[in-house]
């Protein structure tokens, strides 16, 4: 690359600009600049020559056409190894650029505001900034383009170390420039998208990702891994686990951050303090109290074995007592929207153990439009809505001869909470606002009660209510729920065998109560 003649500065953020440009003159290259950045590098004391003088032209259209010449795109476009583009150069008085600095109008930012119109959305709509882009980064062999503020440093030690900007420092900035205007359309694509009443499911989906950080290993330490958060998340500071923040022990894990997604679920979906311990992806405790504290022991109760590893999430910021509590357990990681002092302490005393800040709870914490639940398969995926229903008393109804009692169907309501967030088949046992024993994942549901009647015990399901994910296609789970004690069922119904499962209710005087919504967790 030789020496380089002319830089073309051209951004909306401003961040540390002046200083490149004040850099890059010291350094012989001359400034070309537009619009608002030219006034701004002018008013710095900065020597720029306008594009209109270079154009003659003006800024036109409100602005829309400034960079838009084949004086400024036959100067970046120009390859400088052919003899006929060189020729057309000097035949022109192309002035030959170098070097491109370009950051694009923010489209993003205006459209994630709640009281922006269309009109002010279109007109943030960057032309002649990724145009520039585009230009510089297909013609890398000649042209560096930074389209990132963060890089001018680097640039610039590169420049005077070296006398010019390497050819593969300007594949990788022209790969970043090609991620850069990428991201911006496809923001743009799905504000067109969602105005145009295309659904959440539009022909194709391109979905941004940036990476938040690589990861030790996967599932398994043979397994590579990285943790990306979806850019098409508007909406700052949401209540998701990109949003975390760790301010207390090592590195998260591949499966810390599943476990976590697991147990911040759990927790948000009540309004009452709430804690959940999670072992590999499932609830083996859940519990709501009005006292945190209790509400940890009551979740502890239900699977203090499989807690032994586990990951705890509140809804309510921990306080000292919660802490000293989760502390007498082995605990990987506890997440919450906040904690007393004394509880950090506290929790920090344990070795290994990760602690995890949440934004403050949004009532409003459905997921957007645009923003989907993927599952993997082979060559593709599957997308899907996030599953955020709630259940109301409208949506139940009463299908045995008994109606469940007040504490019963508090009992269920819980219970069903839960079941939304453990593996199928999912069997909840709950008793006094906490689960009293849990069954996941099993290949039938009558193995799932065994398990959650095992889990509880005896004395536990004594009086307990059972909710289950899905259907029941035989009695048999009736039959063993009515064996462990337990007195009331909430489950969706639809089965063509529901009828023989609300006799024998009926026959034993237990309550059941059909919801008319599963939830399946694969």
Not at 394 to 412: A, C, F, H, I, N
């Amino acid at each position: 690359m030789a020496k380089l003649k002319y830089a073309l500065i051209s951004v909306f953020d401003k961040s540390g600009v002046d200083k490149f440009a004040k850099e890059l003159r010291k350094l012989g290259i001359k400034v070309i600049s537009s619009g608002g950045t030219a006034k701004f590098l002018k008013e710095k004391g900065i020597d720029v020559i306008p594009v209109e003088r270079l154009t003659k032209y003006p800024s036109m259209l409100g602005g829309r056409v400034k960079t838009l010449h084949p004086l400024i795109h036959g100067g970046i476009l120009a390859r400088r190894d052919v003899e006929d583009d060189i020729k057309t150069m000097k035949k022109y008085n192309i002035p030959q650029i170098d070097l491109v600095i370009v950051n694009l109008y923010p489209f993003e930012s205006v459209a994630s505001k709640p009281n922006a119109t269309h009109e002010e959305i279109i007109e943030n709509i960057d032309i002649g900034g990724p145009a520039m882009v585009r230009s510089s980064a297909k013609n890398y062999k000649s042209v560096a383009v930074i389209t990132n503020p963060k890089n001018y440093g680097k640039i610039l030690k590169e420049i005077k170390n070296k006398g010019e900007i390497s050819i593969e420092t300007r594949q990788q900035l022209a790969l970043e420039a090609f991620r850069h205007t990428e991201r911006y359309d496809s923001l743009i694509v799905r504000y067109f998208s969602n105005k145009l009443g295309e659904g959440i499911f539009p022909s194709r989906i391109v979905v941004p990702m940036e990476k938040i950080q690589d990861l030790r290993y996967g599932e398994n330490p043979h397994q590579s891994a990285a943790f990306y958060k979806d850019e098409r998340r508007l909406t700052k500071n949401e209540s998701t686990i990109t949003s975390a923040k760790q301010i207390h022990g090592k590195e998260l894990s591949f499966n810390n951050l599943l476990d976590l997604e697991a147990s911040w679920n759990v927790v948000t979906y009540y309004e009452e303090p709430a804690i959940a311990i999670i072992k590999h992806n499932n609830p083996c405790g859940v519990a709501v109290s009005k006292l945190l504290v209790d509400a940890y022991k009551k979740a502890l109760e239900c699977d203090p074995v499989s807690a032994f590893g586990g990951i705890v999430a509140s809804n309510r910021p921990i306080d000292k007592e919660t802490a000293i509590e989760i502390a007498k357990v082995f605990t990987e990681c506890v997440i919450a929207p906040g904690y007393d002092k004394d509880a950090v302490s506290v929790l920090k005393e344990k070795k290994n153990l990760r602690i995890l800040l949440m934004p403050p709870i949004r009532k409003s914490k459905n997921y957007p439009e645009g923003v989907y639940d993927f599952k993997t398969v082979s060559g593709g995926f599957l997308v899907q809505e996030k599953d955020t229903a709630q259940l109301t008393m409208s949506d139940v109804k009463t299908v045995t001869k008994r109606q469940p009692s007040l504490g019963e169907m508090r009992d269920m309501f819980f219970a069903w909470g839960i079941a939304k967030h453990v593996k199928s088949n999912a069997i909840i046992l709950a008793k006094d606002d906490h689960a009293v024993g849990i069954g996941a994942g099993q290949m039938s549901r009558i193995d799932s009660m065994h398990i959650a009647a095992i889990k509880a015990g005896k004395e536990k399901c004594k009086g307990a209510v059972l909710a289950s994910d899905a259907f029941f296609p035989f009695n048999d789970v009736v039959e063993a729920a009515h064996k462990a004690g337990i007195t009331a069922i909430i489950q969706p119904g639809g089965s063509i065998k529901d009828q023989d499962s609300i006799d024998l209710a009926n026959k034993y005087n237990m309550a059941m109560v059909f919801t008319g919504r599963r939830h399946f967790r694969h």
